[in-house]
């Protein structure tokens, strides 16, 4: 069993900030990707940045230069420094990890974001 449990979610006013995290537990096994998805209201699930075992980052368009993603894959956590938060950032957003012996990804909970005055 794989238990992914992120935190950090909440209510921030727009251009504020947020930090996520995302942990990762359970059974064994080498992970070689973390990332960040995140969902709006009535609209599909949708990328928003990741993290190689090689420290490689990757970022979709509408968060680069505000989001910023860290974390250590060896120790299976990874983190989401969101900076100049939008109304349209907001959502429920999912930590996922891909382990590097089959390519099998795994979803966590969820933490809610709201961004709002």
């Known amino acids: 069993q794989v238990q992914l449990v992120e935190s950090g979610g909440g209510l921030v006013q727009p251009g504020g900030s947020l930090r996520l995290s995302c942990a990762a537990s359970?059974?064994?096994?080498?992970?070689?990707?973390m990332g960040w998805y995140r969902q709006a209201p009535g609209k599909r699930r949708e990328f928003v940045a990741s993290i190689t075992s090689s420290s490689s980052t990757n970022y979709d368009e509408s968060v680069r230069g505000r989001f910023t993603i860290s974390g250590d894959i060896a120790k299976r956590t990874a983190f989401l420094q969101m900076n100049s938060l939008k109304h349209e950032d907001a959502g429920v957003y999912y930590c996922r990890i891909i382990r590097s012996d089959s390519s099998v990804g795994y979803w966590g909970q969820g933490t809610q974001v709201t961004v709002s005055s």
């Open positions: 359970g059974t064994m096994f080498s992970i070689n990707w």
